[in-house]
């Protein structure tokens, strides 16, 4: 399933560029480009992870995983949607491995928390992994697994975290993309748990 636009609100069109990578916001992008959808809570502070790292191509923020088409902020917000905030992020492969995405993504916040990230509360805060390809998911997967022992050597709880296949992105009003860019001071829920992801988490089992 693609990017889906919400008509009824001021939405990135196609030419709309990423605020600080000055690259496109929305497909179709260019042909090798791999994608996937990260929910670590508040998509203002995860977003901005991303779009640091070399080798991503764009980053925009939006929903997923609920039910319903075209959430909009406040009913996602509500809860009344099951739909996640999430980043989503278009990759060069050839440039940036999909395990330090993962990487990424598991350091910098705390995947056993279930329906929260911190004092931000609500299933729209879950941690989430949303692919778009098997072998993704299967490597989403085994890091998953790997990394489990390691929170709970450091005291955490089991990992909570969603993992599957793209259930479809409805990317977010315009005022939400690279928001912590636009507005420097703005809100940042992310925080890490401080517990490192071994290197043994990427290793892929065979189908």
């Known amino acids: 399933m693609g990017i889906f636009s919400l008509s009824k609100h001021e939405m990135p069109g196609a030419d709309e560029k990423h605020f600080v990578l000055q690259t496109p916001l929305a497909g179709p992008f260019a042909e090798g480009m791999q994608q996937v959808l990260f929910g670590m809570g508040c998509f203002w ?20 995983g609920g039910q319903g088409v075209a959430p909009d902020y406040e009913a996602v917000c509500s809860g009344s949607t099951g739909h996640a905030e999430v980043v989503h992020v278009v990759y060069d492969p050839k440039s940036i ?3 330090i995405l993962l990487k990424a993504f598991w350091e910098h916040h705390d995947p056993t928390q279930g329906d929260r990230q911190g004092n931000d ?20 997967l085994a ?60 290793k892929t089992p065979h189908p």
């Open 121 to 140: 509360r609500g299933s729209q805060y879950r941690s989430a992994i949303f692919t778009f390809s098997k072998v993704d998911q299967m490597q989403a």
């Open 143 to 202: 890091s998953k697994a790997a990394y489990g022992p390691s929170l709970q050597a450091g005291g955490f709880g089991p990992i909570t975290t969603q993992i599957s296949a793209n259930p479809g992105y409805y990317i977010a009003e315009l005022y939400h993309q690279q928001y912590l860019a636009k507005n420097p001071d703005g809100y940042c829920g992310i925080g890490g748990t401080g517990v490192s992801c071994p290197r043994g988490a990427f």
């Open 97 to 99: 491995r999909f395990e």
């Open 45 to 64: 502070g995860a977003e901005r992870v991303f779009w640091q790292m070399e080798g991503v191509f764009t980053t925009s923020v939006g929903y997923a």
